[in-house]
């Protein structure tokens, strides 16, 4: 089985080593009286990921030739996309 040969266990950190809760934290924290919101979060406390694709990719099994798999993965990474873009200029897209 091929796979990542580092140790994926977690690293321990001592809760001491947190950092200290400043004007900052507070200014962008979001603030509620019970359960309602008052204020909502603001700024980096409030990561919502990669904008929504208009257009997102599906997942799909699809079955190729061990020598077209190598050849795609021997360019490094990235190499699903371009099998991606392939097809496209293959079908004209």
Same mark, same amino acid.
Do not use: C, Y
């Given at each position: 089985?091929?796979?990542?040969?580092?140790?994926?266990?977690?690293?321990w950190?001592?809760?001491? !080593?947190? #950092?200290?809760?400043?004007?900052?934290?507070?200014?962008? $924290?979001e603030?509620?009286? @019970?359960?309602?919101?008052?204020r %909502?979060?603001?700024?980096?406390?409030?990561?919502?990921?990669?904008?929504k694709? !208009?257009d #997102?990719?599906?997942?799909v099994?699809?079955?190729?030739? $061990?020598?077209v798999?190598? @050849?795609f993965?021997?360019?490094? %990474?990235?190499?699903?996309?371009?099998?991606?873009?392939?097809?496209?200029?293959?079908?004209?897209?």
């Amino acid at each position: 089985m091929t796979g990542k040969d580092h140790d994926t266990k977690p690293l321990w950190v001592d809760p001491d !080593d947190a #950092p200290e809760l400043d004007e900052h934290f507070f200014a962008h $924290a979001e603030f509620r009286i @019970g359960g309602k919101v008052i204020r %909502p979060a603001t700024g980096t406390l409030t990561k919502v990921g990669r904008p929504k694709s !208009d257009d #997102p990719k599906q997942q799909v099994t699809l079955r190729l030739d $061990a020598a077209v798999l190598d @050849g795609f993965r021997a360019t490094g %990474p990235g190499w699903q996309s371009r099998i991606n873009a392939e097809l496209r200029k293959a079908l004209g897209l």
